[in-house]
Structures are given as C-alpha cells and as structure tokens.
C-alpha cells in the first residue's frame, strides 16, 4: 500500500514563526498536494508539484509556500505564522496525471498558532 | 466550473440498515470520482475509486456507483456498523487531474 506520511500530528506554534510540514510518500509518485481543512470550508487546495523542483499555486496560496528537492519529498513552509493559519493540514500523492490512479492522503498535521 | 454536491449533509440511521449517501456533479468531463472517509480529526482514507469508464466499483459492505451522464454517484453501505460513522467524502478528477470536492455527509450509525 501507498503511504502517505506527514512528521506530526499535532503542532503549536507562535505568531510569527517560521513552521514547516513535512510529508513524504513511499510510492514513487509524481504528484503531491497539500491542502488545508476547516470546519464549514472543506478542503482548499494550497500548492502541488508535478515534479521534483517544480510548483503550482492552488486555490489559497497566500502564505506559504513549498519545497520539493526529492520526488518522494513535499514541504509546505509557513513564512511567518499567523493565526488565520491555524487548521488541520493534509498532506496527498497520486500517480501522473493522465492515469485513472486516485489520491492517496496522510493522517494530517493539526496546526495551532498562538 | 465543476461543482460537486453532496445530500444529505447528515444522516442518522439504526445499526443495521442499509443506506445510500449521494454525490452530483456538474461536468461530465471528468477522469474519475473517488470515495473518502474521514474520522473525526484525521486525514482521509480512500474506499472506491471509479474510473471514468466504469459504472460501479465493490469492497466489501460498500457498493458505489458512476452515472457520468446524469453527473451522480452514489455510495451504498450494506447491514450498516456503529465503526461506519465517519464524515464522506466524494471528489471528482476534473480535466487537469484536479480533485472537486464535496462538503461531505456525516453519517451517523446508532448501535
């Protein structure tokens, strides 16, 4: 099975800080996603990456922004903290685009800033 | 705009029954449409993927289905479990290989 693994579950963080969010996939997939969760919102898509070095804005990327040096590899880095940013964050891989493959998600990272 | 509805937003059923949980959609250019469950506070477990080309996937107690051209799916739950409660979650591959979600339906199952 795919694994999706996010390093933690549960962060606190303070105004102004820079965090990262690891997530690291098992299964060679080209594509990795990071989205935010919150009550009423749904899922908002942050950023993906089709490729190693490569990037693309979601829906919200204000923010943050992201790294991927490896391909199995995906960091959504937080800047500067802020409080509006507190939910949970959901890290996700899929094969290349063209495939009839679906996402594969991690079990979250729940984010609080102070 | 692919847009994707999910009814109801909530439902609560007795241990034991058999339900359906629905999801539309708007754009039936779509790669495929994939099931999520979600425990409260976690990430997301996929149950069925279904390709663009198919019209039904099984795993276990759960069914769902595909009707590109009336732009719905429909996810059914056999002889329904308290460890069924769980909010899901449909999403539908738009053309760029995005995924459109749903908001949900959170089921509940009383024992």
């Known amino acids: 099975d795919v694994k999706v693994t996010q390093s933690s579950r549960y962060l606190v963080k303070r105004t102004g800080e820079k965090v990262f969010l690891e997530c690291v996939q098992d299964m060679d997939h080209e594509n990795m996603f990071w989205y935010r969760q919150d009550p009423g919102l749904g899922l908002r898509l942050i950023y993906f990456?089709?490729?190693?070095?490569?990037?693309e804005k979601g829906d919200i990327p204000e923010g943050y922004s992201v790294s991927r040096e490896k391909k199995e590899r995906f960091s959504l880095i937080l800047e500067s903290a802020s409080t509006n940013q507190t939910s949970m964050y959901l890290c996700a891989s899929s094969p290349s685009t063209g495939t009839n493959y679906g996402y594969t998600f991690g079990s979250g990272t729940r984010l609080t800033v102070v | 705009k692919q847009e994707v509805t999910q009814i109801p937003a909530a439902l609560s059923v007795p241990e034991g029954e058999n339900l359906v949980l629905n999801c539309s959609f708007t754009d039936s250019a779509i790669y495929n449409l994939q099931w999520f469950r979600q425990d409260p506070g976690k990430g997301l477990t996929s149950l069925l993927l279904?390709?663009?080309s198919q019209r039904e996937q099984t795993s276990g107690r759960l069914n769902a289905s595909l009707d590109k051209s009336s732009g719905r799916s429909t996810l059914y739950i056999a002889a329904s479990q308290p460890g069924d409660s769980a909010t899901y979650l449909c999403a539908v591959a738009d053309s760029n290989y995005q995924l459109i979600w749903g908001a949900g339906t959170k089921l509940i199952i009383k024992p």
């Open positions: 990456s089709y490729d190693v070095k490569m990037k």
């Open positions: 279904i390709q663009s």
